[in-house]
């Protein structure tokens, strides 16, 4: 069993944030048990890919989503907000994502992204946070508004639209454009 640097077993509670104007925002993973708090810094690619993993676990143990919350919709929602001060433990390399199904939590192990040093070993901290279906699913429900929240994709490529313009791949590499 590896050791973990970052054991939340359970969570009292679990979010996703971002800090920062879209197009520059940076998203945080923060976990509560007790007294104890961890930030780990995320892609937003990420915080999708979770909050996607998280909505077809629970669908495959049987818990079927209710009507989607309209207070979780909302990315302001106090509730899901992070707590101050954010200083990230470590940023996110992989994240993998589990069930118990003796206890019926949903477990997430995040992996310190590490670069190998010169003998090309490294050292990287490990983190995992288990909750209960009902939390797991509302962290999920606000992780894919706070997504939405940020700059539209654009439909030919799925690159965030830039305010100020867009350069387009398979416009042939010959434009840049701004797809509204």
């Known amino acids: 069993m590896p050791q973990f640097d970052y054991d939340f077993d359970p969570v009292s509670r679990i979010t996703v944030g971002a800090i920062g104007r879209p197009g520059q925002r940076d998203f945080y993973l923060q976990a509560r048990s007790g007294l104890r708090v961890v930030t780990l810094k995320i892609e937003k690619q990420q915080v999708q890919a979770l909050a996607i993993g998280i909505s077809q676990l629970l669908e495959q143990v ?35 994502l589990g069930y118990d199904e003796a206890r019926a939590l949903v477990i997430i192990i995040a992996q310190e992204l590490v670069v190998e040093d010169a003998e090309g070993s490294s050292q990287a901290a490990l983190a995992r946070f288990v909750a209960g279906r009902e939390m797991m699913r509302d962290f999920s429900e606000h992780a894919l508004a706070l997504v939405a929240a940020g700059r539209p994709t654009c439909p030919l490529c799925g690159q ?17 454009s701004l797809i509204q």
């Open 160 to 176: 965030p639209i830039d305010p100020r313009g867009h350069f387009c791949p398979p416009s042939n590499g010959h434009s840049t």
């Open 62 to 96: 049987g818990d079927v989503l209710p009507q989607l919350r309209t207070d979780l919709v909302n990315v302001n929602n106090p509730r899901m907000t992070l707590e101050e001060p954010v200083y990230p433990a470590f940023m996110i390399g992989q994240i993998g």
